[in-house]
């Protein structure tokens, strides 16, 4: 057990080694544009949710807020996908989620990222539940103080306290098996 452990450390790390060394070929000045960023991990071709939700992503990562990448935020991104504990991703999400930044996510974000991701997950089958039903659980199960906000502590607990909001919160699109696969096609 212990050995494959080990063994998945270093396939992460030998994968992080390479799309560093991909990030060093398509960006010698050493920003990371958004188009260049599509084109490494192979989403040009995708659908406008994929896009718009690799923007987000994109953006979320851009911590000077530069509209670039350096190569610093890159390894960070990286390391989060590849290798980021469950405390890292959920603060992450709520990054994603809070498209103003304002610290607090409303219902408008909330409803936008899951609408992203039900586009993206289940594009052609039909969801038991709406975007709209499924924003406004979230809500009555996280949203503590019923003021319709969600600060970062109500989503870090609501989280983890009940593991179907868990999985609507940590935006799994399996990013870490879209990296690895998207890995391999760099040029």
């Not at 089958?125 to 975007?131: A, C, E, L, W």
């Not at 870090?156 to 990013?175: C, H, I, P, S």
Request: charged share 30%; hydrophobic share 35%.
């Amino acid at each position: 057990m212990g050995q494959e452990e080990s063994n998945n450390e270093e396939m992460e790390l030998a994968q992080i080694q390479e799309l560093c060394l991909a990030f060093m070929k398509e960006c010698p000045s050493g920003a990371l544009y958004l188009h260049e960023f599509k084109r490494i991990f192979g989403v040009a071709s995708s659908s406008a949710e994929e896009s718009v939700y690799i923007e987000t992503v994109f953006y979320s990562f851009d911590t000077n807020k530069d509209n670039t990448l350096d190569f610093l935020e890159y390894v960070a991104a990286l390391h989060l996908i590849l290798r980021g504990n469950l405390e890292d991703r959920l603060k992450w999400s709520f990054k994603m989620y809070d498209k103003d930044g304002n610290g607090k996510l409303d219902r408008q974000e909330v409803k936008r990222i899951i609408r992203l991701l039900y586009k993206i997950k289940f594009p052609k089958s039909d969801v038991s539940m709406t975007p709209s039903e499924i924003c406004d659980r979230i809500f009555e199960l996280v949203d503590q103080n019923h003021d319709g906000q969600i600060t970062l502590s109500e989503f870090m607990e609501g989280a983890q306290k009940d593991q179907w909001v868990m999985n609507q919160l940590k935006l799994d699109v399996n990013a870490t098996g879209w990296v690895i696969q998207n890995c391999g096609k760099l040029p």
